[in-house]
Nanobody, 123 residues
Framework: QVQLIESGGGMVQAGDSLTLSCAAS????????MSWFRQAPGKEREFIAA????????GYTPSVKGRFTISRDNDKNTVNLQMNSLKPEDTAVYYC????????????????WGQGTQVTVSS
């Protein structure tokens, strides 16, 4: 069974940086896409970024492109989300998710989820 455990959330000020990590276990992820989603209060969960475990190729939603970087560490079986130039509108609970196959932006296409980690950005 896949387990995803996020860490690294916290409270920062606008313009600061933060790195989230997702520790993945339970199977071999070579054929998987690993993604980050976020959910702000009163809003739907939205796709942020994805990385294809096999070759490290990435994709981003436009609102974070150029500020956030997703990567995977094969040795540690982790997926990281480096977040720079944070804005108050980035405040949300951030979730790590996994699906077998190519990246998808719909949360319904993902089978496995972490418990989430809170990121709060003050102005």
């Amino acid at each position: 069974q896949v387990q995803l455990i996020e860490s690294g959330g916290g409270m920062v000020q606008a313009g600061d940086s933060l790195t989230l990590s997702c520790a993945a276990s339970g199977r071999t992820f070579t054929s998987y896409t690993m993604s980050w989603f976020r959910q702000a209060p009163g809003k739907e969960r939205e796709f942020i970024a994805a990385v294809l475990w096999s070759d490290g190729s990435t994709g981003y939603t436009p609102s974070v492109k150029g500020r956030f970087t997703i990567s995977r560490d094969n040795d540690k079986n982790t997926v990281n989300l480096q977040m720079n130039s944070l804005k108050p509108e980035d405040t949300a609970v951030y979730y790590c998710a996994a699906r077998r196959g190519l990246p998808r932006s719909s949360e319904h296409e993902y089978d496995d989820w972490g418990q989430g980690t809170q990121v709060t950005v003050s102005s």
